[in-house]
């Protein structure tokens, strides 16, 4: 007998440029028991995004209809565009079992923290001031004072590391990705997640070794 294995909402975070997307997107490659949450955005894609892929990209008006609608566990304004998780995606995950991947700002973090207590939050931090600088121009996808606006929010979104369980500095890529791996294949075997099984295991496993006592088989 098995404890059914439990599904993970692990939450990464962390400044612009740090690697959330690289990251994601290599854990979601490798893992076919991970989902990739594709968050709707009122931002326009950038070249070689794909709509319902890399993000759904919506009107303002459609957006603020999903906002009115409950469709989103949750969504924060980030560089002046509006973000968001769909619940949709969620739901599906819970019915195949899967692992649920979101990559999601500060302020959407706390908020999933809050309506989903058993979620792990992971930050992400660059190695250095500089790295974080030179991924983001590297990137090429946001001019000077874009990449300047996203430092300042980055800044503050610093400030939000200790309200996350783990903190993973991005520095070699195959590293960082074997360290969100193994946080969660870590939280899947957390006792917390399993106190039912646990209870209802420990009893007939204490009910048989008694009888095998009893019996004297031992
Ligand atoms: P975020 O999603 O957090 O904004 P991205 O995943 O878009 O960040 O990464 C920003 C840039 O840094 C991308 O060009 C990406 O290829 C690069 N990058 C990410 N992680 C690493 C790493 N460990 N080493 C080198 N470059 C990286
Ligand atoms: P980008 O425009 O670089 O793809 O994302 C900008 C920021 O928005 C990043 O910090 C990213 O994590 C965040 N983001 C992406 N999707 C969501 C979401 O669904 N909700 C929230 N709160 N933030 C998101």
Redesign the pocket.
């Known amino acids: 007998m098995t404890s059914a294995s439990p599904r993970i909402l692990l939450v990464l975070a962390?400044?612009?440029?740090?690697?959330?997307?690289?990251?994601c997107r290599r854990i979601v490659a490798s893992r076919p028991d991970v989902r990739f949450s594709v968050s709707a955005t009122t931002r326009p894609p950038r070249p070689g995004e794909r709509d319902g892929a890399d993000y759904r990209f919506l009107s303002r008006d459609s957006f603020d209809a999903l906002i009115e609608s409950d469709g989103l566990l949750e969504w924060a304004e980030v560089h002046g565009e509006r973000y968001g998780t769909p619940r949709e995606a969620l739901v599906r995950a819970s019915e195949d079992g899967s692992h649920m991947l979101l990559?999601i700002d500060v302020q959407g973090a706390r908020q999933v923290r809050e309506r989903e207590p058993d979620s792990v939050l992971v930050f992400?931090l660059p190695p250095t001031a500089e790295v974080l600088v030179k991924?983001?121009r590297?990137?090429g996808s946001e001019d000077d004072e874009k990449v300047r606006r996203r430092l300042r929010t980055a800044l503050s979104e610093l400030e939000a590391v200790r309200e996350f369980d783990y903190v993973v500095v991005?520095?070699?890529?195959d590293l960082?990705v074997s360290a969100v791996e193994a946080i969660l294949d870590a939280e899947v075997h957390r006792t917390e997640r399993h106190r039912e099984w646990l209870l209802r295991h420990a009893t007939e496993l204490g009910e048989a070794l008694e009888s095998d006592f009893a019996g004297s088989h031992i």
């Open positions: 962390g400044p612009s440029g740090g690697g959330k997307t690289t990251v990559d992400l991924r983001l590297q990137r991005n520095d070699d890529l960082t």
